[in-house]
């Protein structure tokens, strides 16, 4: 079975731009988490979605969200890149289990950075 | 608030020695209980986890686990590490509803020969 998948791996932007990543999860699940990493705050929860409607949002700005799609892939987009949202992005992706917790298979990762 | 703890940002130790990563957590009841393994450049593979039952648990490469509920604690062991297993470890905590998982600042591993 294919691993989660991210696109791109690599990308630069310059300040006041936006991006948008891509995530594909294993085949058959349909939760889909955003984690933001950095050497300064390590990992940080932004979002998940389960069934194209998010379900658990951490603290982060409007400026980062996200969505799903009904094939579960899912999206994130940062608008108006700022230098400290240099990072390296992970998306998790868990099993059909409903509203239980199992475990979360990660991809590589976007390294975005901004100039 | 929700809150874990690896005290030792960084650790080294020798080829064939052993090794234990500490996890500690706060939360109101006994969450889900989670070691990932990160290799520089590389997204997060999972070691092992802990839902419920015996509280030893075995992973994958040799690597296990003890949850003790007195000490909110799941440290992470290694009777024997090799060169391989430098990289960077998280332990992670989750509720048994939802998909919000918590993690810690990690734990650098170096291995010298």
């Known amino acids: 079975k294919a691993g989660v998948t991210q696109t791109p791996r690599y990308l630069i932007k310059t300040r006041g731009q936006q991006v948008t990543l891509s995530c594909s999860p294993i085949s058959g699940h349909r939760s889909v988490s955003w984690y933001q990493q950095t050497p300064g705050q390590g990992l940080q929860f932004l979002f998940e979605y389960f069934s194209e409607t998010q379900r658990n ?11 799903q799609f009904s094939n579960s892939r899912s999206e994130m987009n940062v608008s108006t890149l700022e230098l400290g949202d240099s990072a390296l992005y992970l998306c998790a992706s868990s099993p059909p289990l409903g509203t239980s917790t199992d ?13 | 608030a929700q809150s874990v703890t690896q005290p030792d940002i960084h650790i080294t130790v020798s080829e064939g020695a052993s090794l234990e990563l500490r996890c500690n957590y706060s939360y109101g009841a006994t969450p889900y209980l989670f070691w990932y ?8 593979q999972l070691l092992l986890k802990y839902f419920s039952g015996d509280t030893l648990v075995q992973g994958i490469k040799g ?25 960077e470890y998280f332990c992670a905590v989750a509720m048994n509803t939802g998909n919000q998982f918590y993690f810690g600042t990690g734990t650098s591993l170096t291995v010298i020969p």
């Open chain 2, 37 to 44: 393994v990160q290799s520089p450049g590389q997204g997060l």
């Open chain 1, 57 to 67: 949002k951490g603290n982060f700005p409007g400026r980062f969200s996200g969505r």
């Open chain 2, 63 to 87: 690597f296990e686990a003890e949850f003790k509920r007195s000490q909110s604690s799941f440290n992470l062991r290694k009777p024997s590490v090799h060169w391989s297993d430098a990289a």
């Open chain 1, 103 to 115: 475990t979360q298979y990660f991809g590589p990762g976007t390294r975005l950075t901004v100039l």
